[in-house]
């Protein structure tokens, strides 16, 4: 069973950064292409990033690229997403999510369906 766990979310003003952070309960997190998506109150859920086993292939949002960043510790497990220059609209819940990779591929996928498990989800919330 995989397990993803997110943290880093919080409140902060429009143009702070924050860090989120997505720890994998799985044996080989190299098996795995990672994503973030988000979702706001009343809106479907979208993505924001994908990042490959190796971490070389990315993908963004256009409405994020220049200020997120997603990168990957594969020693550790973990996912992260760079978020700066944040701004009211990018408030949300944002979700972590894990491809399982059923041959060796540098995909990141940008569609919800094609991930196998998902988080529970941090809350980000920016003012303005």
């Known amino acids: 069973q995989v397990q993803l766990v997110e943290s880093g979310g919080g409140s902060v003003q429009a143009g702070g950064s924050l860090r989120l952070s997505c720890a994998a309960s799985?044996?080989?997190?190299?098996?795995?292409?990672m994503g973030w998506f988000r979702q706001a109150p009343g809106k479907e859920r979208e993505f924001v990033a994908a990042?490959?086993?190796?971490?070389?292939?990315?993908a963004y949002a256009d409405s994020v690229k220049g200020r997120f960043t997603i990168s990957r510790d594969n020693l550790k497990n973990t996912t992260y997403l760079q978020m700066n220059s944040l701004k009211p609209e990018d408030t949300a819940v944002y979700y972590c999510?894990?491809?399982?990779?059923?041959?060796?591929?540098?995909?990141?996928?940008?569609?919800?369906?094609?991930?196998?498990?998902w988080g529970q989800g941090t809350q980000v919330t920016v003012s303005s």
């Open positions: 799985v044996r080989t997190f190299t098996s795995y292409a």
């Open positions: 990042i490959s086993w190796t971490g070389i292939s990315k």
């Open positions: 999510a894990a491809d399982f990779l059923y041959a060796v591929s540098e995909r990141s996928p940008t569609v919800a369906g094609d991930y196998d498990y």
